[in-house]
């Protein structure tokens, strides 16, 4: 799971917001004003029905600030990114 949900930077973060874009999602802000100091992506590659699909998560970065719910807070009511 992508650390990005508990982490302070998640609405102002432009390597969340690729993120959001690989995912299809709808961003958190349009215009992202913070650029994380080297974070590391994992992206899983699955078959599915005949389809190639990606899967991106962020599993570490050194400018990760722990904030716990922040990614829900910002999205009450709506289910936690995968």
Known sequence: MCIC?????????????????QHQQ????????????EPTINVNIRHQDG???MEWDV??????RQELGKW?????GQQLPT
């Open 26 to 37: 709808p961003h958190l802000t349009p215009l992202p004003t913070f650029e994380p100091v």
């Open 72 to 76: 829900a807070r910002l999205r009450p």
């Open 51 to 53: 389809e190639i699909g």
């Open 5 to 21: 949900i508990n982490c302070h930077y998640v609405d102002a973060c432009t390597t969340y917001h690729a993120v959001e874009d």
């Open 59 to 64: 599993v570490g970065c050194q400018s990760f």
